[in-house]
């Protein structure tokens, strides 16, 4: 029996033996394919990373490359302005006195010539009655000194006669010569009346003169008790009601605008003035009449920048004959400019700002960047106008990075509007 026993435990031990070695290559299997899937994964991403640091350490850097372009040969200014009549004068009283009656108020349009108001002039009155008697005066006086001059020419005649008889009666012994010197001087004395009366009539005159003049100021004074409207035009000021004390010059009565012609003042920009003209169009729109634009021209260039704001103060003439504009409204001037010198224009991905300039990074024809000096003009956002510095054609780096230096080759790639302007570094 015992021979028995030992064969059954050798063949519980070779059934032992198996089972371990089953799961020892179980488990070796199992290690292996762990392996297999973590390192050859990781070994092949290192594997190109290194290659991708090789290209880069000895690949060309991938730009992202514009032509630049002629812009446009018309540019569209719009510019802000504020709408004045083309004529407005306050209107002044020339006579001193009262308002006695107003004929026109504020909004009233009026003719050249149309009664405003009325004055009443007590103090011009009198003194238009004081020149009317003064003139008499001097008119009076100026008769008598003709009365006196014909006098006297009559009392000298009769001297000279006197004198001259006198004279054969003194040669002939009848007469004294002393009584002959006397007839003589009497002569004399006459002339120099007859001088003296002459001189009295032309200060008489004179007088006269004066006087008239004078009663014809005042008279005329006296017109402006009526106040009339000096043009076609609607009253914007009403300053005096009846009975208001009026004085000479300094009493606002009335502002007046004529505005069947208004006129917009604009300031055009130094980039644009030598492009514009007297004659030039311009569009006129109004945000309070949408859907309206009025047309007007260029009437006036003040052909001198200010230096403030480097612009030239310009002055555009509206026909407003239907009066739908109204003096004092905000408008945008529209100016169609037909530049004798076009810009290029590039994206403004394409401007390099740096502490010594604005510059744009230029490929020659070996694709070699050269960094130019630029003078910017007109910005619209996505694009600018270069005003000097590119000539249309020439090719600009988008968002150049730290790699595009001068002088350094790089291989470029076309831009379309809307991209990062970023190319991935290290691209072959």
Do not use: W
Not at 61 to 68: G, L, R
Not at 146 to 156: D, G, I, P, R, S
Not at 400 to 412: A, F, T, Y
């Amino acid at each position: 029996m015992e021979p028995s026993h030992t064969s059954s435990e050798d063949e519980s031990k070779r059934k032992s033996s198996k089972a371990i070695a089953l799961i020892a290559c179980v488990l070796i299997l199992l290690f292996a394919a762990i392996f297999l899937l973590g390192y050859l994964p990781r070994r092949q991403r290192t594997k190109d990373i290194v290659e991708a640091a090789r290209r880069e350490a000895h690949g060309l850097p991938v730009v992202i490359v514009a032509t630049a372009r002629e812009s446009s040969k018309t540019v569209a200014l719009v510019l802000p302005g504020n709408i004045q009549p083309v004529t407005e004068a306050p209107i002044l009283a020339r006579a001193e006195g009262y308002l006695v009656k107003r004929y026109a108020d504020i909004g009233d349009r009026v003719k050249a010539g149309q009664l405003l108001a009325e004055l009443a002039t007590p103090e011009l009155d009198q003194q238009v009655e004081q020149a009317q008697a003064t003139l008499q005066q001097v008119r009076a006086a100026l008769a008598q000194a003709n009365a006196n001059l014909q006098e006297a020419k009559a009392n000298a005649n009769l001297a000279q006669i006197t004198a001259k008889r006198n004279s054969t009666l003194v040669a002939r012994g009848v007469l004294s010569k002393q009584e002959g010197d006397q007839s003589n001087s009497t002569y004399l004395a006459q002339a120099a009346t007859v001088q003296a009366a002459e001189a009295n009539i032309n200060a008489a005159q004179q007088n006269v003169g004066a006087s008239e003049a004078n009663l014809r100021r005042l008279s005329e004074m006296q017109g402006f008790k009526k106040v009339r409207a000096p043009y076609d035009g609607v009253i914007t000021v009403r300053a005096v009601d009846t009975g208001a004390l009026i004085n000479t010059g300094s009493t606002l009565l009335f502002r007046i605008a004529q505005t069947n012609t208004l006129r917009i003042f604009i300031n055009v920009p130094q980039a644009n003035y030598m492009d514009l003209h007297v004659g030039d169009r311009a569009d006129i729109n109004v945000r309070e009449l949408p859907g309206c634009t009025f047309n007007g021209l260029v009437s006036r260039i003040s052909g001198s920048l200010d230096t403030g704001t480097r612009t030239m103060l310009t002055e555009i003439e509206i026909r407003n004959r239907d009066n739908t504009l109204l003096p004092g409204m905000y408008a945008q001037v529209k100016l169609v400019v037909n530049r004798s010198h076009a810009p290029v224009i590039v994206p403004g991905e394409a401007v390099v700002t740096r502490s010594d300039g604005i510059f744009a990074a230029v490929l020659d024809g070996d694709n070699r960047v050269h960094f130019k000096t630029i003078d910017l003009g007109r910005d619209y956002g996505q694009e600018v106008e270069i005003a000097s510095g590119l000539h249309a054609g020439d090719r600009v780096v988008i968002n150049p990075s730290d790699e595009v230096i001068e002088g350094v080759r790089v291989k470029p790639t076309p831009y379309h509007p809307g991209s990062t302007g970023r190319p991935v570094k290290g691209q072959s």
